[in-house]
């Protein structure tokens, strides 16, 4: 393959030619093709990856229009997760993609197996607890995010090395989402842009201190939250896996909003 056009990332002290082969080696998957998602795909597919797996059930509404940078008004209607893979395609075509314009739950979880790094683009505490249990059983690193109003989280999470989304956080909640909330263009793009850069950081085997980022886009303001691994964890420490069970499988958007 040639590498010339990735000659301003590897002429980076930090990547360099072995850390872009390195990256050209990984599959990522992404659950939730929305706001955050659907930048990380762009931007993951323009860092050069071997392979990007998308999922999500939705399909494009003109509401995600203003903040969903991979889709434009001619996409309205489409499946989310078929259209970002058609774009990552034509953003460019050495990366492998695959689809699944369906919800991601407990029997999905294969395709976790399968991935060198999760990206959460999810908007719900649920499907966060599933990728997270997975995670942990397959010891596969993941980034969450979230996004609402002006305000964003951004953590890494990397089994057996740094604490997990179940180390702070005791049970799915409902939140509100951004349909009620309102949420400002500018907030997933640069969530987004913290959390691809902790993911490339994984991928090219630095290790990540665990931190929840909290991002205020508003008054410019970012601060790191220390998030302690938690001995009585649940899923990292005691490795109990309540949401791959059944009843995590085959969820509708009642359950999971
Ligand atoms: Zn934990």
């Known amino acids: 393959m040639n590498l010339q056009k990735y000659a301003r990332q590897t002429s980076l002290k ?28 762009d931007l993951f597919s323009r860092l050069g ?23 434009n008004y001619s996409d309205i ?50 499907t966060r607890f599933i990728i997270n249990d997975a995670c942990n059983k397959f010891n596969k690193p993941w980034v969450f995010t979230s996004a609402n109003e002006f305000y964003g989280e951004v953590k890494g999470i990397m089994p ?8 702070y956080n005791k049970k799915p909640e409902h939140m509100p989402s ?27 085997g630095e290790n990540i201190n665990g931190d929840l980022y909290f991002i205020d886009v508003y008054d410019i303001d970012m601060h ?4 302690n691994k938690n001995p009585e964890c649940r899923s990292c420490s005691k490795r109990k896996y309540d949401y791959l069970t059944p009843y995590y499988s085959n969820m509708g958007k009642s359950i999971l909003s």
């Open 178 to 204: 951004c349909a009620v909330t309102g949420v400002i263009n500018t907030l997933p793009v640069n969530i987004s842009t913290f959390a691809v850069n902790i993911g490339m950081k994984i991928m090219l």
């Open 14 to 41: 930090a990547i360099g030619m072995e850390g872009q082969k390195k990256l050209l080696e990984k599959t990522i998957l992404i659950v939730g093709l929305g706001g955050t998602g659907s930048a990380a795909a």
């Open 77 to 126: 209607g489409s499946f989310k997760a078929e259209t970002a893979a058609n774009k990552v395609m034509e953003i460019n075509p050495d990366i492998e993609v695959e689809f699944h314009n369906n919800t991601f739950d407990s029997s999905k979880i294969n395709l976790i197996e399968n991935a060198d790094l999760v990206y959460d683009g999810t908007d719900n505490m649920t």
């Open 49 to 71: 990856v071997k392979k990007l797996i998308m999922i999500d059930r939705d399909r494009i509404e003109d509401t995600n229009i203003h903040r969903q940078i991979l889709y």
């Open 224 to 227: 790191p939250i220390k998030i």
């Open 160 to 167: 057996g090395k740094t604490s997990c989304y179940a180390c």
